[in-house]
């Protein structure tokens, strides 16, 4: 079992960045799809960016297109969220995750991930 830990959530103002990181506790390169979402007050889960298992591919939710980049290093088994221009609407818990092994391809749906991470806060202050 796949376990998760995030640093790097925190305070900013608005138009500064921050940079999330994602430990796995085993290497997930190659084998598992992993993505980022972020929940705010009374609002559900949502999607932020996925990336494939080979790291092939990315996919962003259009809020936050042209402003957070996802990557991974696979030596290191962490994967990050690069986070600029942040607004005050982007203030959440942040939480990666992984889907199960073999599942290679991205995935917007918090349905698809079977393992996740304990959620990180990031607040942006305008």
């Known amino acids: 079992q796949v376990q998760l830990v995030e640093y790097g959530g925190g305070l900013v103002q608005a138009g500064g960045s921050l940079r999330l990181s994602c430990v796995a506790s085993?290497?997930?390169?190659?084998?598992?799809?992993m993505g980022w979402f972020r929940q705010a007050p009374g609002k559900e889960r949502e999607f932020v960016a996925g990336?494939?298992?080979?790291?092939?591919?990315?996919m962003h939710a259009d809020s936050v297109k042209g402003r957070f980049t996802i990557s991974r290093d696979g030596a290191k088994n962490t994967m990050y969220l690069q986070m600029d221009s942040l607004r005050p609407e982007d203030s959440a818990i942040y939480y990666c995750?992984?889907?199960?092994?073999?599942?290679?391809?991205?995935?917007?749906?918090?349905?698809?991930?079977?393992?996740w991470g304990q959620g990180n806060q990031v607040t942006v202050s305008s």
């Open positions: 995750a992984a889907r199960s092994s073999g599942s290679v391809a991205m995935s917007a749906t918090t349905l698809c991930y079977a393992y």
């Open positions: 990336i494939s298992g080979r790291s092939d591919r990315t």
């Open positions: 085993e290497r997930t390169d190659s084998n598992y799809a």
